[in-house]
Nanobody, 120 residues
Framework: VQLQASGGGLVQAGGSLRLSCAAS????????MGWYRQAPGKQRELVADITSGGSTRYVDSVKGRFTISRDNAKNTVSLQMNSLKLEDTAVYYC???????????????WGQGTLVTVSS
């Protein structure tokens, strides 16, 4: 199983970016999918996640600005980031709780990270 993230880049403060992440490989089902970020010198933090049923949660600092969504048929999760701030600069990682087969328990998988840089 692999998670491939894309969509990072350089953007001015106030701008928008959309991150996408696709899960591929031997997948029976996916439960939660989410996005984390890690800024220089800081710990990795949860940005947003979404269950297979569509329930979402966000870290307070991005509420009202970021929107997480997923396409269960395509095994993808996206993060629409609007009104970006300097403090949103970080490497963003997607993750997913995946069941590879009916008889195998759920495991967490991570994407490779994509850099988002917000400039003034």
């Amino acid at each position: 199983v692999q998670l491939q993230a894309s969509g990072g880049g350089l953007v001015q403060a106030g701008g928008s970016l959309r991150l996408s992440c696709a899960a591929s490989g031997s997948i029976f089902s996916i439960n939660a999918m989410g996005w984390y970020r890690q800024a220089p010198g800081k710990q990795r933090e949860l940005v947003a996640d979404i269950t297979s049923g569509g329930s979402t949660r966000y870290v307070d600092s991005v509420k009202g600005r970021f929107t997480i969504s997923r396409d269960n048929a395509k095994n993808t999760v996206s993060l629409q980031m609007n009104s970006l701030k300097l403090e949103d600069t970080a490497v963003y990682y997607c993750n997913a709780e995946i069941k590879r087969a009916l008889t195998i328990g759920r495991e967490w998988y991570w994407g490779q990270g994509t850099l988002v840089t917000v400039s003034s």
